[in-house]
């Protein structure tokens, strides 16, 4: 990557832009959200719009929300650098920049990756069937601007998008429809004007204002950063809120699941120039491509009933976890959290797991998932038992005796002679349900 510093102290669209953001920062009241991503274009983007509001210093009342995302498949060093850029930024700002606050933005533990890949059994992600964006990065990002945007009516979206950056997106900014500020409304954000104030930015123009602008104003060098772009041979996973944004599954900094591309290259650049313990990473991803492909791992029907690939069967399902797990011990590194493993279960045993087996898997594996919150075991089963006690039109109090005979009394059919008793058990529950029922009916 070429990285000179210019002899003069600012670019000509430096200035212009600075004016530019003092001028639209003036003109009302209305917050601003800056999408920054870690990437050198949002650095450059956040970078002035911090050095404003220190320079107005008390005149700076205007909210000014940042938003990360973070897809908790974030390649691991990718996500330790904006973890700690985001802290530095919130740090430094509580006390010198108070109107500006940070949002590290998650998907709910029902939508991340691995709920969806191995919990409902979705397929890794390809490039026509490419259901991640959406749920991992777009809604949990536009969920937090939509709620500021109701908060105060309207907001001003500053994005670090440039026409540089690719012809695509080049015709794309030319094609919105701009306002006479040159702003667009966000076509799908309610409310959500689009300020793009470094899109007319040459690539060497965005590094050369990084290096002479080092450190940043909340105090951090940029050199975490470049040594990531060199690492990493270039590119970059800006905040995606539509899925125009062709970066998402390019071969950039992205997700290190990520199956839609065919090789990641920037994860491959980490490991060929130090990071060599993140390829059971790499090896994993490539492992779920070829599992995707294996008829036998997967339904021969598709949710809809239509014949064809359907999701993960429940035991290949079991395999890709475990095979997380694996990873999780070889790299030390937690890769799947509690909540996940908990939504995990819960889908599982709608597919007929009665036993608990992710939460055993876990627990096999030195993970102690805790119980409670909105996706503890008490909930999830007591949400279950309700929809099969409805379903079947029985009492939900002979489910939760046949849940307590394999859950409890015979967590496992190896010890000699389980199996007939376990029979026996439920041929008993069973009798008495139908004896207690027949009781009811009785004129
Ligand atoms: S980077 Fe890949 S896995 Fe991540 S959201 Fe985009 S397409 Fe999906």
Redesign the pocket.
Known sequence: MLFRISDVTTNSNESATHARLRDEYLRDDRPWVVAYSGGKDSTALLQQVYKLVLELGSRAGKPIHIIASD?K?EAPIVEDYLAASLSAIELHAREHAPSISVHHVQPEPDQT?WTNLIGRGYPP?TRSF?W??TK??IRPARRIIEDIAKRYGSVLLLLGTRSAESSSRSQRMEARETNDRGLNPHHEIPNALVFTPIAEWSNDEVWDYLFRNNPAPWGTRHDDMLELYRQANGGE?PVVLDLNTPS??GSRF??W??T?VRQDRSMQGFIATGDEWMRPLAEFRDTLKVWRERPEMRESKRRSGEIGPGPFTLAARQQILEALFQVESEVRRKLIDDEELQCIQYHWQREGDATQSALRLAKRYGRIVSEGGQFSMDNLNRELIAELASEYEIQEAWIEELLYLVDQKYPTLAQRGARPALNEDVRFVVEKAVQQEDIAAAP
Do not use: H, L, W, Y
């Open positions: 897809t498949v990756f992600p490419r991640c964006t991992i990065k996973c998402c599954g992205g997700c699941t990520c839609v």
